[in-house]
């Protein structure tokens, strides 16, 4: 979970009063965080620092020590902030003046778009810089996923000449001074010899062009997304009037992450100034990009659902109040025998997706504490499940016939679940606002998860037999939630001899000693040879299918012996 370390003068001041932190630690519950560690009260107070873990990844407008304060804030009742004096919407777009930025058609194919605003109004001080410092790496590593979709830039205003230009230039014939550095270096060079090229130099592998950030004179402000430059980029202490820019490949969470700084920023005190963003391609929000930019969704709850869910009885007036108290603007719609609350949430958040998201910030509103403990009313007798008695006889047939058992994730990347094993989407799960990459898909199929293990075992002897008894799930329009989870059996035989012919040998043991008669048909599974491959018919219906795994797939995993595998749905053998 993200770690924030927020300066302990800022962070009370932003909060407009001192709590001792006892008092604090209990506060914290409301923004879903906890006090990770006290500061050393030996150091003098303005460089004393409060260490806060958050405890959800759904708001990454808390990852800051504005958005901690702002929550803590508003839940103890404090006046909400208007933040649509600077707030762009579809109906209203903020007049940029001068302020403008010209996207290069070049820059398409490597690193697409771009948003931006300035921050003007008083002079930034040594804990607001390293607060930004802060906010800016915490957005683009975790919700930018390690700043291949988001990365965040800041630079001197007053030094800039209007308009700037984003554009993608021959990474080996130009060069600048980076941060951190005196001399100039060429694009290309930074990547291998700069620390931040380093570190994030394998977001452009393989491009022949690198994204260019300038103003109209030509003087660098960055390469996006590895480093700023050592004079438009170089922020420092005193400096008044900023420019945020951010560039990625997911606008929506471009939009979403300079609605959080700004929203950050207005409450400290700055004042919030648009930057127009021309793009010669439509963004999605059009070609023309003003933020900040309200676009989230209304959702809707109802009390009763409120109510049954939470096990209480909240009045209306209970419930706008503490969906006030989250920073909502909310309105209620008198029904027969119920209440609709229909909720807008803050500009900065975009974690609502159902009805019981809306219940959850009722519940968080109306504090933890308010909420009495209760007994259990029903008397139950705790036994296993069917499913699971079914899955522990599986495993001890699939041990005997000298299989290894492994665990894995639920979730992971696009890249191992359909990219490298070269199925389609169609039918494939994929998370709404994922905080990173590698947990984006719910596996459809374990024989991925077993391939990744193989592709990590080639200094073990071989033969190498595994196997996983574990949920997969998938896209199905029969099912009322349009999707279905099963119990699935997958396996893997990795060895110089891995055959087809072996492993329908031990489909049939396994079959036999689970008490089921089977048939084989031809089946075309791109996952493997075309001809070794078989799918398992138990009354007439396919519960599973084996083979020889392609070559392909097996490249793609850079698995270098023979492979045969297969799974089985056992819920359709119980």
């Known amino acids: ?120 109004g008083k002079a930034i001080d040594d804990p607001m810089l390293k607060d930004i410092i802060q906010t800016q790496e915490k957005l683009a590593w975790n919700f930018g996923r390690k700043r291949r979709t988001i990365s965040m830039g800041v630079y001197r205003v007053d030094q800039i000449h209007w308009p700037v230009h984003y554009t993608a230039v021959d990474p080996d014939k130009t060069s600048f001074v980076p ?29 022949k062009k690198f994204p260019l950030l300038k103003d109209d004179k030509g003087e660098v402000m960055s390469m996006a997304p590895i480093i700023n430059s050592a004079t438009l980029g170089a922020v420092k202490v005193g400096d008044k009037d900023l420019m945020v820019e951010l560039t990625g490949t997911e606008m929506e969470s471009l939009i979403l992450s300079a609605n959080i700084v700004a929203c950050d920023f207005a ?15 439509d963004t999605g929000f059009g070609k023309e990009v003003v933020v900040p930019f309200y676009f989230q969704k209304e959702t809707k709850a109802s009390l009763k659902a409120i109510n049954k869910k939470l096990g209480s009885e909240l009045t209306k007036e209970q419930v706008l109040d503490a969906l006030t108290r989250m920073d909502n603007d909310v309105t209620a719609k008198d029904l027969k025998g119920d209440v609709e609350f229909t909720v807008k949430p803050a500009p900065y958040r975009n974690d609502f997706l159902h009805e019981v998201d809306v219940i959850e910030d009722v519940m968080i509103g109306v504090g933890l504490d308010n909420f009495k403990p209760m007994r259990p009313n029903d008397f139950t007798i705790g036994k296993l499940s069917d499913v699971t008695i079914f899955s522990r006889k599986t495993k001890e047939i699939m041990v005997g016939l000298g299989y290894q058992e492994m665990i894995f994730n639920y979730l992971g990347s696009k890249r191992d679940y359909i990219d490298r094993m070269g199925i389609d989407t169609k039918k494939v799960i994929e998370i709404a606002n994922p905080m990173s990459e590698n947990y984006q898909y719910v596996r459809p199929s374990i024989i991925a998860s077993l391939l990744k293990a193989e592709s990590g075992s080639a200094n073990a002897i071989f033969p190498h037999k595994i196997f996983e008894i574990g949920k997969v799930a998938f896209l199905d329009e029969k099912e009322n939630t349009g999707t279905k989870t099963i119990q699935s059996l997958g396996f893997l035989t990795a060895a110089n001899n891995a055959n087809f012919n072996d492993m329908a040998s031990e489909v049939s043991s396994l079959l036999y000693f689970l008490d089921h008669k089977y048939e084989v048909k031809e089946v075309s599974d791109p996952r493997f040879i075309p001809g070794r491959q078989a799918a398992i018919l138990v009354n007439g219906k396919q519960v599973g299918v084996f083979g020889e795994v392609h070559p392909q797939v097996l490249e793609n995993w850079q698995i270098s012996v023979p492979c045969a595998a297969g799974e089985i749905d056992l819920e359709d053998l119980m």
């Open 1 to 120: 979970m993200p770690k924030i370390e927020v300066n302990e003068k800022l962070f009370f001041n932003l909060l407009g009063t001192k709590y001792d932190y006892d008092t604090l630690e209990k506060k914290l519950t409301c923004g879903k965080a906890e006090l990770d560690e006290k500061p050393d009260m030996n150091a003098k107070p303005e460089d004393r620092v409060i260490k806060i873990e958050l405890n959800d990844t759904n708001r990454p407008d808390l990852w800051s020590t504005g958005g901690v304060t702002r929550q803590l804030r508003l839940h103890e009742g404090a006046k909400r902030s208007d933040y649509s004096k600077f707030m762009s919407t579809a109906a209203s777009v903020k007049d940029s003046g001068e302020r403008v930025a010209i996207v290069d058609e070049a820059v398409k194919e490597v690193r697409p778009y771009m948003v931006s605003f300035v921050i003007s």
């Open 179 to 207: 941060l951190g550095c005196d001399s100039p270096m060429t694009c290309r060079q930074i990547l291998t010899e700069h620390p931040k090229g380093k570190d994030f130099g394998w977001i452009l592998d393989g491009a």
């Open 267 to 281: 409450d400290a005190g700055y004042e919030i100034l648009p930057v127009k963003v021309v793009h010669p391609y």
